[in-house]
């Protein structure tokens, strides 16, 4: 019984402890407003790039809550800072500055190009 | 119970205000009850069938018109009042025909109104012919006629929660508490009357707090084949086809989802009552960051405010179901009983 275990494949889970949250703690120090998401979706049902690719602003913010950094890196420059996403968010996130924000974060930690 | 000589003005005669009258009345105490409408029951009034049992609201109407026929209670119907003053140990109140009235206490149950649903432009209320609110449905159950404009029958039908509620940009940060429960009844009831159609709920949290909600709940799903999408709607328009179109983010699909509808209903929040407000301001009473206004305390005095001899009942301290409502009446009755006998004599 004990060989069934409780494990879990380390390409599936979610490495809490081990991940990166520089990048969020960054984007938090200075915009306080992404603390407030609750995931609701409606800036990605509304997005400009979203309606043509897999960008999904929803996911961002999750995904950098969680300094699962790696997915944000490789898709935020897709956003084209339109900003309709801030005119439909009810928890008043400043969205656009969150992916402003990201993307100054990834160059200061991985010297990532803005 | 015999005259205690002493009275009491309650503004609003909707759940809370009919209640709390009818139990002052028979604890003794004199009662001018004020209503801006031309008839008594407030909100009820409108409404076809109430959750969570989904009893005609007629019943509690009559059930509130018997508590309110009682020989204490004098009915200023069509009347409103504009403003109060503490002067000797009692109020006077001014009434909107210059009537002023003296009491030993004042009870505001002036209630709620809908949020205004075209302030949220982007779901086309007053813009589109077949967007509507729970109100609007609630009236066409009363008529027994679920149509669309052009007299058609909607067999796709869309559920907005959270419209004015929980919404910064509305102004409303805080959630209404029954309009989840509220579209879960009326899907459920769209789906009695046309049972071909197909009804989608879109939300943010399902909130099923109160008494038996979740029960309903699982019934829609059940029973009654509701569909539940979690994401906030961001736009409606128009296709080419004249059917509505929604835009949302279906969060657990992880994808943004389109979807066509016949008809759209938007669950209206609740908010402070404009008449409320004014009273606020006019007689310098504490509201909350919610604009309802704020009780001397959340624990030991949510009926009470924060000038002497002011009380509150239901839903102008914060959105309440009926049930809530008459029992936080009863409440603020305990507390003007008390107030009088310490107080006034």
Same mark, same amino acid.
């Given at each position: ?38 995931? +609701?979706? /409606? ?44 005119? =439909? &968010? ?9 992916? %402003? ?14 | ?19 709390? @009258? ?28 109430? %959750? ?82 729970? @109100? ?26 959270? =419209? ?14 029954? &309009? +989840? ?19 989608? &709920? ?12 979740? *029960? ?5 799903? *059940? ?36 979807? *066509? ?14 008449? /409320? ?14 604009? %309802? ?22 839903? &102008? ?29």
């Amino acid at each position: 019984m004990d060989k069934f275990g409780f494990t879990l494949s380390k390409a599936r889970f979610i490495d809490y402890d081990a991940n990166d949250r520089r990048v969020v703690d960054y984007i938090i120090e200075r915009e306080p407003t992404l603390k407030l998401c609750i995931e +609701c979706g /409606g800036c990605t049902a509304t997005c400009s790039t979203g309606n043509f690719t897999e960008f999904s602003l929803r996911e961002m913010n999750i995904l950098l809550k969680r300094g699962e950094n790696k997915k944000v890196r490789n898709k935020i420059n897709q956003c084209m800072l339109c900003g309709k996403c801030i005119l =439909v &968010c009810p928890r008043g996130v400043n969205t656009r500055n969150v992916v %402003f924000l990201a993307k100054q974060a990834f160059q200061k930690f991985d010297g990532y190009a803005v | 119970m015999s005259d205690m000589g002493v009275n009491v003005v309650v503004v609003g005669g909707g759940v809370a205000g009919m209640e709390a @009258a009818g139990q002052l009345a028979r604890a003794g105490i004199n009662v001018t009850l004020v209503e801006k409408e031309k008839e008594t029951g407030g909100h009820v009034k409108q409404w076809h069938h109430l %959750f969570p049992d989904r009893r005609n609201s007629m019943e509690v109407l009559t059930y509130l018109k018997h508590q309110i026929d009682h020989e204490n209670i004098t009915l200023l119907s069509g009347n409103t009042i504009i403003g109060f003053q503490r002067k000797g140990s009692g109020i006077l109140i001014i009434t909107n025909d210059g009537k002023e009235l003296k009491a030993d206490a004042l009870l505001l149950a002036t209630g709620f109104d809908l949020f205004k649903s075209e302030r949220k432009e982007e779901y086309g209320y007053g813009i589109y012919d077949n967007v509507i609110t729970s @109100a609007d449905l609630e009236a066409m159950f009363r008529k027994g006629e679920l149509k669309l404009k052009d007299g058609g029958e909607p067999s796709k039908i869309g559920v907005v929660h959270c =419209v004015g509620s929980r919404d910064e940009k509305a102004g409303n940060v805080y959630c209404s508490k029954l &309009c +989840c429960v509220t579209a879960v009844k009326q899907a459920m009831e769209i789906r009695e009357h046309l049972s071909n159609s197909k009804v989608f &709920c879109f939300y943010m949290d399902m909130r099923m707090g109160g008494a038996l909600y979740e *029960e309903m709940y699982r019934d829609a799903q *059940e029973k009654y084949n509701i569909n539940f999408i979690r994401g906030k709607v961001s736009e409606v328009g128009v296709g080419f086809n004249n059917k509505l179109v929604v835009k949302v983010e279906d969060t657990l699909a992880g994808r943004p989802l389109k979807m *066509e509808l016949d008809m759209l209903v938007l669950m209206a929040g609740m908010e402070m009552s404009e008449d /409320g407000l004014k009273l606020a301001k006019a007689g310098k009473l504490n509201i909350g960051e919610n604009r %309802f206004f704020a009780p001397a305390d959340h624990h030991f005095g949510s009926n009470k405010g924060n000038v002497k001899g002011i009380f509150y009942a239901g839903a &102008c301290t914060a959105p309440m179901n009926i049930t809530e409502t008459i029992s936080h009446a009863r409440a603020a009755v305990a507390d003007i009983v008390d107030y009088l006998k310490t107080t006034s004599k």
